[in-house]
């Protein structure tokens, strides 16, 4: 029996034939591709300036220095999400505050975010997890009277759209990622947009350790200009190999959201009668890419979410348990109390993350959708919970 992987890259001979191309160029690190890169992807996501990165954790550590983020400033993260989340205020000296998410869609919204807001608040980064859109306006109306800068981690939602434009569109800034877990992918590499010129400018210049010259312009010039160092900068370039992939994936994302849309809407259709699983649906305000599709293992389901995770390795069927919580984290274990996110408790514990990629074809769509059946018609073979009041 042949393994199904939660993700598989959607990669061609486009891809392979751009590499090639851009190694015969003699031009292999950040150059005209990466520009061409930051310039088709802010068009693509409505943006008024794009900024390529090594990763989305990088562009996460330059939108909150762009932001202004200084040490002893708080900023609003949910828990419900990649520890990067989180790391990335801690890098520039902040202190992380937890906000609990939606029950439903696993997503900050206004009222978590208005709970924890201080005096010290200076940022809040919202998420747009595993491809479903946050309700970017209702927090944004919280936070920009007070001055607070919000920043979106749409590290999953490429494709993902936000009344009707592109996730980010809507953002003072944005950043994405682009790692093969992603819905397009350049192996490792991340991507800022914004709708500001000096934030852009500045952050071009952090990711190539502050340089006033950039290395392209330097490197084409056949005197150098001399260059000044304008403050402590990074290495957080992204190169012309991994730009001329992004290109072609680019090209292909429209493509890729249709499949996995249609591929999700398969898996709901089968989903929707058995009792005790319910899945990740398109809210009231936008569409997802279904970048993740995972599906929560209520209390009176017959088996637990890891029981379910192993009989689905046990037929060679690769799922995986649902976002993590940070705040479970050791570095992050005094930072709140279970209590104070009970949705985030809840959903870490009871989902989990099925097979979704875009070669993935019906009969093995038809081997997930039987283990689930599996695992519904028998017993726990350990305890399970007592449902909890108003959760079915």
């Not at 996460?60 to 993260?77: F, N």
């Not at 012309?240 to 994936?249: H, I, S, T």
């Not at 899945?279 to 293992?297: C, H, K, L, M, R």
Request: aromatic content about 6%; charged content about 20%.
């Amino acid at each position: 029996m042949s393994r199904i992987n939660v993700m598989l890259p959607y990669l061609g001979q486009e891809e392979i034939d751009a590499v090639a191309d851009a190694i015969s160029s003699g031009w292999v690190a950040q150059g005209p591709r990466v520009a061409a890169f930051e310039n088709a992807f802010a068009e693509a996501m409505q943006a008024s300036h794009a900024v390529a990165t090594s990763s989305c954790t990088t562009a996460l550590h330059l939108a909150l220095i762009v932001a202004g983020v200084q040490p002893g400033d708080e900023v609003v993260v949910p828990s419900f999400s990649f520890i990067a989340t989180t790391n990335a205020p801690v890098y520039v000296g902040a202190t992380p505050v937890f906000a609990d998410v939606d029950a439903i869609t696993g997503n900050l919204t206004a009222s978590t975010v208005s709970a924890v807001l201080t005096a010290k608040t200076r940022a809040v980064i919202v998420v747009d997890q595993g491809g479903v859109p946050v309700d970017l306006d209702a927090i944004r109306a919280v936070c920009d009277p007070r001055g607070i800068v919000v920043i979106e981690d749409a590290a999953c939602g490429s494709g993902s759209t936000y009344k009707g434009r592109p996730v980010g569109a809507g953002a003072e800034i944005a950043a994405w990622s682009f790692h093969p877990r992603k819905i397009i992918t350049t192996g490792e590499g991340g991507m800022i947009t914004t709708s500001r010129q000096d934030w852009a400018d500045r952050a071009r210049r952090l990711r190539e350790h502050a340089m006033s010259v950039s290395a392209a312009d330097r490197h084409g010039s056949v005197l150098a200009p001399a260059e000044s160092y304008l403050e402590v900068g990074y290495n957080f370039r992204m190169t012309d190999l991994q730009a001329a992939v992004g290109l072609v994936q680019l090209g292909r994302l429209p493509e890729i959201v249709r499949r996995r849309r249609e591929l999700a809407a398969a898996y709901a259709k089968q989903i929707e009668d058995i009792p005790g699983l319910r899945t990740v649906v398109d809210p009231a305000w936008g569409t997802s890419n279904f970048q993740s599709y995972w599906i929560e293992v209520s209390p009176t389901f017959p088996r637990s979410r890891d029981e379910v995770l192993a009989h689905m390795a046990e037929v060679e069927i690769s799922g995986r348990r649902g976002i993590m919580a940070a705040h479970r984290q050791p570095p992050y274990a005094s930072f709140a109390a279970a209590d104070q996110l009970p949705n985030t408790e809840r959903l870490t514990d009871n989902t989990l993350i099925l097979p979704l990629f875009h070669q993935m074809g019906e009969s093995e769509q038809a081997r997930v959708i039987d283990a689930l059946r599996k695992c519904a018609l028998s017993p726990s073979k350990g305890t399970r919970p007592e449902p909890v009041e108003g959760i079915e």
